[in-house]
């Protein structure tokens, strides 16, 4: 069936710009966190109606997200404008991902050129973009081998395979000799049905049952516990898969000396450890990797949200001594294609160009400002926390989804990591007079609900 409405309609003719009860973005059973965004949002005067209404998304589209009812249209930096022309300082980036921001000129660049010469041809040939995405990550990290994908959840999945088969290889494949995979409770890893089983948050495995066998869980940061589980599962231990600060469970950042016993049993056992940095990887954290908080090195790790800059890529990235895949072993049809690694080199590009520092200096002032309105909000603020420009304010009698929803009201754009923490993942462009300007958002926003 042929859409009448065209993407290529300008946007100020749209008709979801006018608001109203005909407008596509009325659920039909609002939710309380829709009704109290779109509440505050005042009418627009009706713009000249050019073109037919676009479908309603939530009859065609499958109910599996929580939709705030705004509709973005356009952005600039760390700024982002909805199709009612009401601006946002965005500290959602995305989920992590955004890395340049909305519209950056050497990303923009960088799709356009790659998209007018070639965009996809398949890993049936050499693709010279990859090639040179790869070098930047080996280069620049202890991986020796890289795997593209186009997710975190997808390299995740060839994380726990590539674990599997350098177990089988050094133990053979008797099938009813499980290797295990040690994650953590809290952690966040994807939505496979392996990496939902390695997710150590029992809502998501609601539902899913048999979960993956091979996963076992213990406490983040509990480094007593991990020793005695490691030494429970002897060699059945194939890998421990940790994030270095859990971003969906709540923004803990992990202890040295948690990732330093995980490296020494990964040494002792032959097990390998793999370092989920899907969210905090790519300079998120005001270093390029998470790990590298952490004092150790692991063996692989996973990348996709920022890599690409909101150009979906994945990639997961090992050392020499397990780069165990074979044709055949692990394959993507998308994985590494042109245009995503083309995206992949120009964020990486900017990163050695000036962007990570920056990441480290507004992570800081970010961190400094809300520790600062935690002191002076200390009944609704429980702690802050983070690394660099993943940061996690923990509220207390009150629900992130709340604050989330004022903010937006505001203007800002933030997003819950969890029920009770409020989480900043702005883009690492974001300057210093727009972190001031979050703050100064936020502090209205807490003045409000301490109220
Ligand atoms: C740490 C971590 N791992 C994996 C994933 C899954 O990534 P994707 O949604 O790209 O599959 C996420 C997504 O939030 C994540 O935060």
């Not at 953590?184 to 899913?208: D, V």
């Amino acid at each position: 069936m042929a859409l009448a409405f065209s993407l290529s309609t300008p946007l100020a003719a749209r008709p979801f710009l006018v608001s109203g009860a005909s407008s596509p973005f009325a659920p039909r059973q609002p939710s309380p966190r829709s009704a109290a965004i779109r509440a505050p949002v005042k009418a627009v005067a009706a713009q000249p109606q050019q073109s037919p209404a676009p479908p309603d998304l939530d009859s065609v589209v499958m109910n599996t997200y929580a939709r705030y009812a705004v509709a973005m249209s356009h952005g600039n930096g760390a700024e982002l404008f909805d199709t009612r022309g009401k601006r946002y300082l965005d500290c959602v980036a995305g989920i992590a991902t955004c890395t340049l921001g909305h519209a950056h000129p050497a990303l923009i660049k960088a799709v356009t050129n790659q998209m007018s010469r070639v965009n996809h041809v398949s890993n049936l040939y050499y693709i010279p973009e990859q090639a040179a995405l790869a070098a930047w990550l080996v280069s620049n990290s202890p991986a020796d081998k890289v795997f593209f994908c186009n997710s975190g959840g997808e390299a995740n999945e060839a994380a726990i395979k590539l674990a599997r088969k350098y177990w089988h290889i050094r133990h053979g494949s008797d099938p009813t000799n499980i290797p295990v995979i040690i994650t953590a409770h809290q952690s966040f890893h994807g939505r496979t049905l392996a990496t939902l089983t390695a997710t150590g948050q029992p809502k998501y495995h609601r539902n899913w049952w048999p979960l993956v066998p091979g996963f076992q869980y213990v406490t983040y940061n509990d480094a007593a516990e991990l020793k005695q589980l490691a030494d429970s599962i002897g060699d059945n231990l194939a890998a421990i898969l940790m994030e270095a600060c859990q971003g969906e469970g709540g923004i803990h950042p992990a202890s040295k000396q948690f990732f330093a016993t995980a490296r020494q049993i990964c040494d002792d056992t032959g097990a390998l450890l793999m370092c989920d940095e899907v969210q905090v990887g790519v300079g998120r954290t005001g270093k390029l990797w998470g790990f590298d908080h952490t004092g150790v090195q692991p063996d692989v790790f996973t990348l996709a949200k920022g890599l690409g800059g909101g150009v979906p890529i994945g990639a997961m990235c090992c050392t020499a001594k397990c780069d165990v895949f074979e044709p055949g072993d692990h394959a993507s049809t998308f994985g590494g294609n042109p245009l995503a690694t083309a995206a992949g080199l120009a964020v990486a590009n900017q990163l050695d160009s000036g962007v990570l520092q920056n990441a480290e200096q507004r992570g800081a002032q970010l961190m400094t400002g809300l520790q600062n309105l935690a002191r002076k909000f200390s009944s609704v603020v429980k702690e802050v926390r983070g690394l660099g420009l993943i940061l996690g304010v923990e509220l207390q009698g009150i629900a992130a989804s709340d604050v989330v929803a004022k903010a937006m009201d505001r203007g800002l754009l933030l997003v819950p990591a969890g029920k009770h923490v409020v989480r900043f993942v702005p883009p690492l462009v974001i300057s210093h007079q727009q972190v001031e300007s979050v703050l100064s958002i936020f502090e209205t926003v807490l003045s409000d609900v301490a109220a």
